[in-house]
């Protein structure tokens, strides 16, 4: 069990960390974008206050979506590897991030033709976090896996 918390709270610090650093690279290519097209820059604290939007959404986002979405991915690829593992669990997280996109943009009135913009958008920006998740997740259980030596009986795990 405390193998199991372990992985989940470090595949967390990994979506989480890497859903900043996204932001912190948006923030820069749209700094870059701004500077060759001579549009407003935005002010001084524009960086320091998306990343920080970013960090509080990537709080919200850890146990509505990453950590659902690992989960199914684990719970169904387990036996067949991380590779198996880490596909499964970024295909349920976009479909989930695709759900609360849609929902969001319509509760928020969005018009109907950027729905599917805001969709796109919002898949694209939980692949690499939830890759990191799983695949820190799936590290510290074989991490902990290979410290345990070779499980002996039926109890062992697969993988």
């Known amino acids: 069990m405390v193998v199991g918390i ?44 998306l990343a920080l ?3 509080v959404a990537g709080v919200a ?8 979405a690992v ?5 169904v690829g387990r036996s067949r590897g991380t590779g198996r593992v880490v596909a499964l669990s970024t295909i349920a997280a976009v479909v989930l991030a695709i759900g609360y996109a849609v929902v969001g943009a319509v509760l928020s009135e969005v018009s109907a033709r950027y729905v599917p913009v805001v969709a796109v958008v919002a898949a694209l920006l ?4 939830v890759v990191m998740y799983a695949l820190s997740a799936e590290g510290v259980g074989w991490m ?6 070779p499980a002996v009986g039926l109890a062992a795990e697969p993988g």
Not at 126 to 129: E, F, H, L, W
């Open 6 to 49: 372990t992985r989940h709270l470090a595949g967390m610090a990994a979506a989480w960390l890497t859903f900043v650093a996204q932001s912190v690279a948006v923030y820069f290519g749209l700094l870059l974008f701004a500077v060759v097209t001579g549009s407003g820059l935005g002010g001084p604290l524009a960086g320091p206050v």
């Open 53 to 55: 939007a970013a960090a």
């Open 61 to 68: 986002l850890l146990p509505l979506l990453f950590l659902p």
């Open 71 to 75: 989960a199914i991915g684990q719970a």
């Open 126 to 129: 939980v692949v690499a976090p």
């Open 144 to 149: 902990a896996r290979r410290r345990r030596g």
